[in-house]
């Protein structure tokens, strides 16, 4: 624990302009970023006495161990910095709102040449056009099968559209008119965007255009006693009509909107959003955040706004146009200005924020509302006590290893392999008690000539060195994950900061630097051998200051270095049974590691070390030649004529696959034998 006496700025350092400030720990690890309109005075509030402060705010500043700020000249720009520096260094004292699902969404793909509609999930693509969220897949899947009758574009793959494409004959939706087929010509590129165009359109919500011409094709052609057409306009009209039964009309004034819930206590919030695009629900998501900062709900309503709106490409007019022209809200924003002002600037026009007061609007949201108490009740019966038994088990562990704190972050290692062969290990991370999966790593473990190591704690020993070196390297170097800036900006920025505007990756292998920090507790699989392979490792480094145990399979039992007893911890600690969720998942992701692995070596081919033969150009071979054995007797000028293949290739290939020379009598040396590790 710090005293934040120790690093408390000065009154007069600090500046009265706008900006963002960050408070890191001991490691350098930003921990909380902020936002204000007056800085001296926003950081004056951390610095009180601590019986003042409220619990978590008191447990941030504490574990903190200096602050930085960034001066800025308005207070939107503070607001877009404050979002972009969370983004990137994910504080464990900032909100965070996470999605209680990954929701789907129809996507079109406008940015093709052949634009295709599918269902996405996940991180948005630029020149793409999305629409929804919806609850379920098999809700896209339903209307878009109901689109297609009247919106016939591409919904196959990209494999599937090049095989039609070559064949020269369209996919079974070709056949049944649910695809206008550009694969084999029945249409050309352009004509397909336009049937794509309108498909975005009717999914915009203008509908009522293509069901007026419609209609007005079914009567002409009864007119003209076409009646198998105007079934076939009627059959098309009445899909259209059933897709939009699928989303009610809420709104009759055809209002776009985002219409947002919030419900919560001290300790979660659920929210919850309704997109309505043309008076109609498109989409819906919802989210549960834990207050892990403390923070009133005009804030959480400022930091949902900036994860919704935050990401939105202001390059792309379709990606400007999820921002609507209304967002209703339970609670207004702090700073509401600033907010009005960054997402008028986002959409490139203005947008109304406001607490709806009567009429549909106010009844919408007070649905809203009421979704996000259910979503709320249902999270915390399905998380029943999980904030205070995460506390818990992390208290009990701490007190069953006499550590000085809790190990907020807990990394455990395990070591696969099958007989020796294809030796893997894991990292997993824990923090707070929960996986944080974007933390973990894989290890090949080499050996010390390359070929593995001899046994399980050698090859602990080469992971626990390999990881910590990392640690070491990095924290010399302490440099870490920043906002994409150039120079100049850095420059800038740089002359108005408290501290340096780090680096963004590391300069050499262009990735983040993810070991400026150590965890606070090492746990192994395995028991004291293990144990004393890793802490032999640590001793070796010169790292005194890392909690290491290891939890054996068979008893369950805490070895802890050094002692010939383990610790025993009860069969209903919630401590033990957190160190075994971080054991089985170090065990599960290691296994998995160490099968792909054995799984490529088992489909290896002799042509995989050739240089410059690809997976292409060896599947090319293998189809003009038939064998392995017809392709070892075919000549240089044979090779060289298969697509893709020159003379200098083909003779590579040859001399891969030729039998090797006969070995030399005298038998070859024995591999120098290396003494053991000291136990």
């Known amino acids: 624990m710090t005293d934040p006496r120790t690093y408390r700025p000065k009154p007069g350092e600090i500046p009265t302009d706008p900006g963002v400030y960050r408070f890191r720990d001991e490691h350098g690890r930003v921990i909380y970023v902020g936002k204000a309109r007056n800085l001296r005075a926003r950081l004056a509030n951390y610095f009180q006495d601590l019986s003042s402060l409220h619990p978590r705010t008191a447990t941030m500043v504490t574990t903190a161990a200096s602050v930085q700020w960034t001066v800025v000249r308005t207070e939107v720009e503070a607001l877009a910095l404050e979002y972009s520096w969370i983004k990137e260094f994910d504080p464990r004292f900032n909100v965070k709102y996470r999605d209680d699902k990954s929701y789907p969404y129809l996507a079109v793909t406008m940015g093709e040449e052949v634009p295709r509609a599918q269902v996405m ?29 009247v919106f016939p574009v591409r919904t196959c793959s990209a494999g599937v559209y090049r095989r039609a494409a070559q064949t020269g004959r369209p996919c079974l939706l070709g056949y049944i008119d649910k695809c206008s087929a550009p694969c084999v010509g029945r249409i050309s590129t352009d004509e397909h965007r336009a049937l ?28 003209d006693m076409q009646y198998e057409q105007a079934a076939r306009y009627r059959d098309a009209i ?26 919560g206590d001290e300790l979660e919030a659920a929210v919850q959003v309704f997109h309505v695009r043309g008076g109609r629900i498109r989409g819906q998501r919802g989210w549960v955040v834990e207050r892990v900062e403390d923070v009133t709900d005009a804030g959480l ?6 994860q919704v709106y935050g990401d939105v490409d202001t390059s792309d007019p379709d990606a400007r146009r999820s921002v609507p022209r209304e967002v209703l809200v339970p ?42 108490e259910q979503a709320l009740a249902l999270h915390r019966s399905r998380r029943s006590g999980d904030l205070t038994t995460r506390s818990r088990a992390l208290q009990e562990i701490q007190e069953a290893l006499d550590l000085q704190s809790a190990p907020l972050r807990i990394e455990c290692y395990d ?74 900006d850095r420059q800038e920025l740089a002359e108005h900061s408290s501290g ?50 290891g939890l054996a399979k068979r008893l369950e039992e805490v070895w802890l270095p050094g002692d010939d007893y383990p610790v025993i911890l009860e069969r209903s600690s919630e401590g033990l049974y957190l160190l075994q969720r971080v054991r089985d998942e170090a065990h599960r992701f290691a296994l998995a590691h160490h099968r792909k692995r054995r799984g490529a070596a088992m489909t290896a081919s002799e042509l995989d070390g050739v240089p410059g033969l690809g997976p292409a150009r060896k599947a090319k071979l293998l189809k003009h030649f038939g064998s392995l054995k017809r392709l070892r007797a075919a000549s240089v000028e044979e090779i060289a004529t298969v697509p893709g293949m020159g003379e ?22 024995a591999a120098a034998s290396t003494p053991a590790d000291d136990a």
């Open 331 to 372: 609670e207004l924003p702090e700073d509401l200005d600033q907010v009005r002002t960054w997402l008028s600037g986002i959409r490139g026009a203005a947008v109304d924020i406001r607490v709806p007061q009567r009429g549909e609007k106010r009844e919408l949201a007070e649905t809203v509302r009421k979704n996000a």
């Open 238 to 263: 009445q899909a259209l009509q059933r897709a939009l039964e699928k989303n009610a009309v809420v709104l009759a004034d055809g209002t776009d909107a985002d219409i947002f819930g919030l419900v």
């Open 196 to 223: 794509a165009e309108d498909l975005c359109t009717f999914m915009s919500g203008d509908a009522s255009r293509f069901i007026k011409a419609l209609t007005a094709q079914m009567n002409e052609a009864a007119a």
């Open 415 to 488: 070591i696969s392999n099958t007989q020796g062969t294809f030796q893997t290990a894991s990292m997993v991370v824990f923090e707070d008690g929960l996986a944080r999966k974007s933390e973990y790593r894989r290890f090949t473990i080499r050996g010390p000539e390359g070929k593995g190591a001899a046994d399980d704690t050698a090859a602990m020993y080469e992971v626990i060195t390999r990881r910590f070196k990392r640690y070491l390297t990095d924290r010399s170097e302490s440099s870490d994950l920043e906002l994409d800036l150039t120079d100049g």
């Open 301 to 306: 309503v400022t930091h949902l706004l900036q």
């Open 121 to 149: 999930r996940g991180a948005k693509r630029p020149g793409t056009r999305y629409f929804g969220p919806f609850g379920h897949a098999w809700a896209i899947r339903e209307t878009l099968d109901l689109l297609l009758r």
């Open 500 to 549: 340096e505007v780090d680096a963004l990756v590391d300069e050499e292998t262009g990735r983040p630097k993810r070991f400026a920090y150590p965890p606070n507790l090492v746990v192994v699989d395995g028991g004291q051998p293990q144990v004393a392979a890793a802490a032999r490792a640590l001793a070796d480094l010169g790292i005194d200051d890392v909690a290491l145990c």
């Open 648 to 669: 200098k290739l083909a003779r590579s290939v040859l001399e891969a696959l030729a039998p090797p020379a006969s070995a030399e009598t005298s038998p070859a040396p």
